[in-house]
C-alpha cells in the first residue's frame, strides 16, 4: 500500500504542467546534445547548473535527469546515420547501426534503437522502485565508518572500471581528492592549498572543474580531430521493424536490459560500460553472430537497451546513498546541494515528492522521448550537417557565461580554462578523466566521514574494520583491487577496452 501512496505521490509531482514542460525540455535538449557530436550530458547538465538555482527542486532534477537519458537517445543517431557516434554508449551501436544505413536500413535501425531504448527504460524504471527503497531503509542504518568505506569502495570501483592504464586512473583519482581538499578547513578554519589566492578561499566550484574538463577540454579535443561526415541519408524511410525483425530484437532487448540494469548500479559502470557488456554478450549467445559488424540489428538492440537501462539504474545509489555512480551522478549530487538538500537516504523519507516525482518522470520522458525521436528524425540529420567549428564558439560562450554566473567572477571563467587545458592533456595521454570528477565530489564528504568516525571513536582507526558492514566494503574494496592486478586479468582487461575503443 506505501508502494502505490508513494507512486501516486509520484504521479502527481510528475504530471503537473511546469514539470512535464521541464522533462519535455531536458528529454529534448538531451537528444539534441546526444545527435551533437563533442558536446555530451556532462558538459551540458554543468553548463545548464547555474540556470537550477531559480527553479523547484522537482522541476530543477526532472530537467537534468531528462537530460542524461535522452542524450542516450540522440547518440544512436549520429551513430547510424553517420557513424559518428554523439554520446560515448553509443560507440558500439555505430558498429552495426551504420552497416545497416549503408544497406538501406536506417530506418529500421533507428527505430530498433527507440524501441529498444523505450522499453529498456520502463523495465529499468521499475527496478528503481522496487530496489531504491529497500536500499534507502538499509542506508539509514550506516554510520559514519559505514558511509566513509562505502566510499572507498565507490573510487576503487571506478579505477577498475575506468577505460585505459590502471595507473592513469589512479592518478585521477589521487588528483581529484586533492582538488577537493582546496580551500578552508572546517574544523580548523586554515586555509589549505590556496596558494594565498582570497578565491580559492571557498574551495574550487564542482561546476568549474566539470565545464572545464569535460566542455572545454572535449571541444579543443574535437576541433583538432574534427573529420568529415559522411550523412548516408538526409530522408529516413520505412521507420517500422518488419516482423522477422521483431523476432530478433526482442530477445536482445531484454537481455541488454538486465546487463543494463545491474551494470549501471556499480560505481564507474553506467551506460557505456553497459552498451559495451551487452554487445559482447550478444555477439556471444546469437545465433546470427556472424552477422554482427555487417549490420546485424541485435546489434543495435542490444547496446541501444543497455546504455538506457544503464543511465536510469545509475539514480539507484546516488539517490538512496548519496554517492554517484558517474560524472553526471556527481552533477547531480551537485544540483541537489544548490537546492540546499542533502543526498543521502533520508531524501525519500523528507523529499518524498522529489524522490518518486523523479522516478515517475523517468518513465515520462521515455515516453516522451519515443513520441519525438522518431517524427523528428529530419531535425536530427539537418542538425548533424552543422558543421562542428561553427557550433564550438557557441559552446564556449555558453560555458563562460555559466560560469561568471556562479559569482560574477572573471577569476572563475580563468580557472576553467586552466581546467579545460588539463582535460585536453588528460584526453591526449589517454587518461580518462571521470575519476578525477567522482573523487572530487567524494574527497570532501569522505574527510567529513572519517573525521566524524575518529571523533565517536576516539581516535581508534581500527573500528573501521571491526564494524561488519565497514569491514565487508573495505574487503570487497581491497579484492577488487587485487584481482584487477593480476596480470592475466589486467590483460584481458586492456584487451576489452581496446576492443571497445576500436
Not at 530537467?63 to 547518440?75: D, P, V
Not at 536500413?105 to 531504448?117: C, D, E, F, Q
Not at 551494470?263 to 553506467?270: A, M, S
Amino acid at each position: 500500500m506505501d508502494l502505490l501512496g508513494n507512486l501516486w505521490i509520484g504521479l502527481e509531482t510528475a504530471l503537473t504542467p511546469i514539470n512535464l514542460l521541464y522533462c519535455l525540455v531536458g528529454v529534448f535538449f538531451g537528444t539534441a546534445v546526444g545527435v551533437l557530436p563533442g558536446l555530451g550530458p556532462v558538459a551540458t547538465i554543468a553548463m545548464l547548473l547555474p540556470i537550477t538555482f531559480g527553479l523547484p527542486p522537482e522541476s530543477a532534477l526532472i530537467m537534468l535527469a531528462g537530460i542524461y537519458y535522452g542524450a542516450q537517445y540522440g547518440g544512436s543517431t549520429t551513430a547510424i546515420l553517420v557513424n559518428l557516434p554523439g554520446e560515448s554508449s553509443s560507440v558500439v551501436t555505430a558498429l552495426d547501426g551504420y552497416q545497416m544505413a549503408r544497406q538501406g536500413k536506417a530506418g529500421r535501425a533507428l527505430a530498433t534503437a527507440a524501441i529498444g531504448s523505450f522499453i529498456a527504460g520502463t523495465i529499468a524504471t521499475f527496478v528503481i522502485i522496487f530496489f531504491a527503497p529497500p536500499l534507502a531503509s538499509i542506508a539509514l542504518k550506516f554510520g559514519p565508518a559505514e558511509y566513509f568505506s562505502l566510499m572507498v569502495l565507490g573510487l576503487i570501483a571506478s579505477i577498475v572500471l575506468a577505460r585505459g592504464s590502471l595507473l592513469h586512473a589512479l592518478a585521477m583519482i589521487v588528483l581529484g581528492l586533492f582538488l577537493g581538499l582546496v580551500g578552508t578547513d572546517i574544523t580548523s578554519g586554515s586555509e589549505r592549498y590556496t596558494f594565498d589566492l582570497p578565491k580559492l578561499a571557498d574551495g574550487i566550484d564542482f561546476v568549474i572543474v566539470a565545464m572545464g574538463i569535460f566542455g572545454i577540454g572535449e571541444i579543443v579535443a574535437n576541433l583538432e580531430n574534427e573529420s568529415k561526415r559522411e550523412l548516408l541519408a538526409k530522408r529516413v524511410t520505412g521507420l517500422m521493424p518488419t516482423r522477422e525483425d521483431w523476432r530478433r530484437i526482442i530477445g536482445p532487448i531484454f537481455r541488454g536490459t538486465v546487463l543494463g540494469s545491474i551494470l549501471g548500479i556499480l560505481p564507474g559502470g553506467g551506460a557505456m560500460l553497459a552498451s559495451f557488456g551487452a554487445y559482447s554478450l550478444e555477439k556471444k549467445v546469437s545465433p546470427n553472430s556472424a552477422e554482427f559488424g555487417k549490420g546485424a540489428i541485435e546489434g543495435v538492440a542490444a547496446p541501444e537497451s543497455a546504455n538506457n537501462a544503464g543511465a536510469q539504474t545509475s539514480f539507484i545509489p546516488m539517490l538512496t546513498l548519496g554517492v554517484p555512480s558517474n560524472p553526471v551522478m556527481a552533477l547531480m549530487i551537485g544540483a541537489m546541494i544548490i537546492q540546499g538538500i542533502q543526498p543521502g537516504p533520508s531524501v525519500m523519507t523528507e523529499q518524498p515528492k522529489l524522490f518518486w516525482g523523479l522516478i515517475v518522470s523517468m518513465w515520462v520522458g521515455n515516453l516522451m522521448l519515443l513520441a519525438l525521436n522518431l517524427p523528428l528524425i529530419g531535425l536530427w540529420v539537418r542538425m548533424i550537417s552543422i558543421p562542428y567549428h561553427l557550433l564550438y564558439p557557441m559552446i564556449v560562450a555558453f560555458c563562460s557565461i555559466g560560469v561568471f554566473s556562479l559569482s560574477n567572477s572573471t577569476f572563475d571563467v580563468y580557472l576553467m580554462a586552466i581546467f579545460g587545458l588539463l582535460g585536453y592533456v588528460f584526453r591526449k595521454i589517454d587518461a580518462e578523466p571521470a575519476p578525477l570528477l567522482l573523487a572530487f565530489v567524494l574527497g570532501p564528504m569522505m574527510e567529513e566521514f572519517l573525521r566524524r568516525t575518529l571523533l565517536l571513536s576516539r581516535g581508534d582507526a581500527t573500528v573501521f574494520f571491526t564494524r561488519p558492514i565497514s569491514a565487508t566494503m573495505l574487503a570487497v574494496a581491497v579484492v577488487l583491487l587485487l584481482i584487477v592486478l593480476l596480470p592475466s586479468i589486467r590483460q584481458k582487461r586492456e584487451e576489452a577496452f581496446e576492443e571497445e575503443a576500436g
